[in-house]
């Protein structure tokens, strides 16, 4: 009898306990998207990705130069009167060998362009993680939402966007 009562007591403490604790459970939310757009290190991966982009699509625009060049030149010989049937078969083999390297050129490039961008982006997000996860411990916060994402915060939620900011040293 004695350990059933000591039972009820040690379980009304848990649930008051617990009704109290969740009354100063704290959440809060981020605009990430903002968050990484006012990071200065996103502008210098942002600006070395643009370089490798300009550059894969200059050696693009180059490759299809050549191929409307050997095109012409196709097409020229082959209404030629004289034409070799030889010549004109290797300048059509010419010409089909440029466009399947421009195909095999593009996905590549897309290949590689998806890669660079992750490669260049995955410190700064990562940086801006850490940040959140910081400021979230120091707040005492159990969960932070991205805002974007929720439909709906009360004003109890705290929005940690100016604090992550300040701790990453951004003004603007």
């Not at 050696?59 to 010549?87: F, I, R, T, W």
């Not at 195909?103 to 700064?124: C, D, N, R």
């Amino acid at each position: 009898m004695r350990n059933f009562f000591k039972a009820i007591v040690f379980s009304a403490l848990l649930i008051a306990g617990g009704s109290v604790s969740a009354q100063t459970l704290k959440f809060g939310h981020i605009d990430f998207q903002q968050l990484l757009a006012s990071m200065p290190e996103r502008d210098a991966a942002k600006a070395a990705f643009d370089k490798v982009q300009a550059d894969l699509e200059s050696k693009l625009q180059a490759m299809q130069k050549e191929y409307q060049e050997k095109g012409k030149e196709y097409v020229a010989l082959a209404q030629a009167k004289d034409a070799n049937e030889a010549l004109v078969k290797a300048k059509q083999d010419e010409v089909q060998s440029i466009q399947e390297r421009i195909q095999t050129f593009q996905q590549t490039a897309q290949e590689s362009l998806q890669k660079e961008e992750a490669k260049l982006y995955q410190p700064v997000i990562e940086k801006a993680r850490k940040a959140i996860t910081d400021v979230a411990r120091e707040q005492g916060m159990i969960y932070v939402f991205e805002a974007n994402g929720v439909l709906y915060h009360s004003e109890q939620s705290t929005d940690l966007t100016p604090l992550v900011k300040s701790k990453l040293g951004i003004t603007k």
